[in-house]
Structures are given as structure tokens and as C-alpha cells.
């Protein structure tokens, strides 16, 4: 699945993503400037036994 504005994901959602790094962001020591991902492929994963805390 492209994930777009159409297609995204439910926010409570486990995916699994597949991209390249955009070149040239997230590089902000400020914090303002957010790392960005053009996603190759998004596919749904089923929720992990140990989650991130």
C-alpha cells in the first residue's frame, strides 16, 4: 500500500515502512525541522509483545 492522505493508516496502527531518507532534513539542532521518509511501501503489522515505552 502508498500511504497518502487517502490511504494513511489508523492512528493507532502498527506498520511496518519501507523508504528512502529525504536528504537535507531533519537536520534542524532546534528542533523546528522534522526528518522526513518518502515511504516506498506501508504495510499493516500485527501489534508487537514488547511496545515501545
Do not use: C, H, I
Amino acid at each position: 500500500m502508498d500511504a497518502t492522505a487517502e490511504s494513511a493508516p489508523a492512528d493507532d496502527q502498527w506498520v511496518e515502512v519501507t523508504g528512502t531518507w529525504v536528504t537535507g532534513t531533519g537536520v534542524g539542532t532546534d528542533g523546528d525541522e522534522e526528518p522526513a521518509l518518502a515511504a516506498a511501501e506501508v504495510r499493516s503489522v500485527p501489534e508487537p509483545k514488547r511496545q515501545y515505552e
